[in-house]
């Protein structure tokens, strides 16, 4: 790390870019609310949307009002930036879920405000198995046995000491280290999976690019390589991971993991530590998040292998070659191109019609009208019933939610009636539900409900009824 | 005579089949060559594309030693506004599949419209310009080149089976429409 370098990275790095955002607190806050409290992956736009609404209507009543643009537009920007990735599933929706360069700055953090003791020891011995276990699984067999031997050496030594009645107990600071490191490593190994997801299409994108790059010859071998093997699964990224992925779905190590957890809490220096469910549910939510990063990678693969395919890549490069010229033709000719003419001919499809399954021609009933002269009625009609009807203005309605939404962003049904109370009874209440519910801005509670009171102007009793929560948003 | 592939025959008639006719794909793939050599006399010509995942019938263009027939199916003729919108389209996907890796092709409305913009004479009524780009869109939209999505947002899916109908043969064949054009334009003025 010189100077160049760090410059390069305060201009360039996402995660850096984040920490000196404009909405940093809310950036922030919101991300480890909707994502890090709930342990979500990922959401839809529009609960991502309302969950964001939610939270800077809260902000509002804690007289925080520096933020009054429309969440989406918060959403937009974010993705925009790269905080967060904004993809098209399977739904005409689109999907949020943290950029790499966020859980970065989250887990960093999450690091900087770290309330607990530093364990030091726990750390320390972590480190020392690793570098034994590279040391023991390069060696040659003759020494391997020999680590063996004086490993099972240290172990009956042990077993003796027991026996001879020397039982030592860990600390409870020495256990609460361990678990405290277990809890770290479990959040890290969450929050890499976003990285190795990007990983796995950084690598797509760059084949994509040598592929095309590439002339034909080129092309025509590494299509062989792709015959041969999933080429995203051999490199060290997805080697990596499908041995975790093995490793996470066999039966053994779940059945042990289970076993493992279940005796963990019932150790009672960990009880008075223990804070999150981060371990607990780490089974969960690693299937959960290496399933995530399987579909991806198998969509990856399979949309590569279908860019791969020989005819289809040098058609594609035919074609594409083509529309620049057919583009730089038009740039010249623009000004005068005939429009009307016909410059594309597709193939049309062919649709059998059977002519004798028509139905035939069957002579129009005609209609004839005995007395065919008209005169003059009488009404007796009531003609007073047409200015007296009952009529609920939508757009007054709307008015009244825009006026209230001036200074704030959020606003209950509840809140509207208090300022505008209802004029036309129940029927106002279901117009301003049909507003809350037509327009996607605007949210409905189902789960909770909420108590309206409603006047009848001209018998003066009052009415409660009970509705959904609704809130307009801006 | 019964035939294993009438379930075939009957889909190609009807429209476009696509993989996720489960039984209809199926049986396609199977006699793939009966169902060609079934349509072979009335020139009409199974295109298949495995890897995207559809099929259809167009017209065999009779070579010169042939007898000539009538034709089974009529070209579809585009205007210049709507050729240009499937040449835009199919760029777009053409960019996308070479970047990610993404399944789904997706175009907002504003893209479209800049995109097709730009080759469009100057004028100073631009809202009219942009009026007839999205009655364009619409167009194509029946044509079956595109889907609106089901979303608050004006976003467009672009149906692979472009691929099938805006092929190497057509665009070159309307490159070669342009210049033609171009030159006699040169010889004009």
């Known amino acids: 790390m010189n100077y160049e370098k760090a410059l390069s990275l305060y201009r360039n790095d996402k995660t850096l870019q984040l920490l000196r955002a404009e909405h940093f607190p809310l950036l922030v806050g919101f991300f480890y609310l909707a994502f890090k409290q709930q342990d979500k992956i990922s959401y839809f736009q529009n609960e991502l949307q309302s969950l964001l609404g939610d939270y800077i209507y809260s902000l509002e009543r804690q007289g925080i009002t520096d ?42 953090l999450e690091d ?44 009956d030594k042990q077993i003796e000491q027991i026996q001879q009645g020397n039982f030592l107990k860990p600390s409870g600071t020495q ?72 490793f996470l779905m ?34 969960t939510n690693l299937v959960d998040a290496g399933d995530k990063v399987n579909r991806s990678n ?17 058609e594609s490069r035919h074609i594409l070659h083509s529309i620049e010229q057919i583009e730089s033709l038009l740039m010249e000719h623009k000004e005068t191109i005939d429009a009307q003419a016909i410059w594309m001919e597709i193939d049309g499809l062919f649709k059998p019609s059977l002519i004798m399954e028509r139905p035939i021609f069957t002579v129009p009933m005609k209609v004839a009208f005995e007395k065919t002269a008209v005169e003059d009625g009488l009404s007796e009609a009531d003609t007073n019933i047409l ?16 006026y209230c939404l001036r200074n704030k962003s959020q606003v209950t049904l509840s809140e509207l009636l208090h300022h505008y109370p209802s004029t036309k009874g129940v029927a106002e209440i279901l117009a301003y539900i049909q507003i809350a519910t037509g327009e996607g801005k605007h949210y409905v509670n189902r789960d909770q409900q909420e108590e309206l009171i409603v006047e009848n102007k001209d018998s003066r009793k009052i009415y409660r009824l009970q509705a959904p929560i609704i809130i307009f948003n801006r | 005579m019964e035939h294993e592939y009438a379930l075939s025959l009957i889909a190609l008639l009807k429209g476009i089949v696509y993989n996720h006719q489960k039984e209809v794909w199926d049986n396609l793939l199977r006699y793939e060559p009966d169902v060609k050599k079934y349509f072979l006399p009335v020139r009409l010509e199974l295109f298949l594309d495995k890897s995207e995942g559809y099929a259809f019938l167009r017209q065999k263009e009779s070579s010169e030693d042939e007898e000539l027939l009538p034709r089974l199916t009529e070209k579809r003729q585009l205007n210049f506004l709507t050729s240009l919108l499937c040449v835009v389209l199919r760029k777009f996907l053409l960019e996308h599949d070479a970047q990610c890796g993404s399944v789904r092709s997706i175009i907002s409305e504003q893209e479209i419209v800049s995109r097709t913009m730009v080759y469009l004479p100057t004028t100073h009524d631009e809202a009219k310009q942009q009026e007839k780009i999205i009655t364009t869109i619409n167009k194509v939209l029946e044509i079956g080149f595109l889907r609106k999505m089901e979303d608050q947002e004006k976003n467009y899916e672009i149906h692979r089976i472009i691929k099938g109908f805006v092929n190497a043969d057509i665009v070159d064949e309307t490159l070669r429409k342009f210049q033609r054009y171009a030159e006699e334009k040169k010889v004009t003025d």
Do not use: C
């Open chain 1, 250 to 283: 066999s039966e053994q190590m779940q059945e042990e993991l289970e076993v493992l957890l279940e005796k963990i809490n019932n150790i009672p220096a960990i009880l008075e530590v223990k804070k999150e469910q981060t371990v607990d549910r780490i089974k």
């Open chain 1, 387 to 402: 200015f007296e009807q009952f009529y609920v203005d939508i757009t007054a309605l709307r008015n009244n939610i825009k």
């Open chain 1, 112 to 155: 900087l405000n770290k309330q607990q003791f530093v364990g030091t020891h726990s750390r320390l011995i972590q480190f020392f198995h690793l570098l034994q276990q590279i040391v023991n699984t390069t060696s040659g067999p003759y020494e391997r046995i020999q680590q063996l031997q004086a490993e099972r050496n240290r172990i």
């Open chain 1, 175 to 246: 256990v609460k280290e361990d678990y405290f490191l277990a809890e770290e490593t479990a959040r890290r190994l969450l929050s890499d999976f976003r990285q190795v997801e990007e990983n796995f299409r950084e690598l797509d994108t760059q084949t994509r690019q040598t592929i095309i790059k590439s002339n034909l010859a080129k092309a025509d071998l590494l299509d062989k390589v792709f015959q041969q093997q999933d080429y995203l699964w051999s490199t060290d990224q997805g080697k990596s991971f499908s041995a975790f992925w093995e």
């Open chain 1, 298 to 314: 198998d969509g990856l693969i399979e949309q590569l292998r279908k860019f791969v395919e020989q005819k289809n890549l040098s």
């Open chain 1, 67 to 108: 933020y009054n643009k429309p969440s989406l537009e918060y959403l937009l920007k974010w993705s925009q930036l790269g905080y967060m990735r904004r993809y098209y599933e399977t739904a005409d929706e689109p999907v949020y879920e943290l950029s790499p360069a966020t859980e970065n700055a989250l887990k960093w």
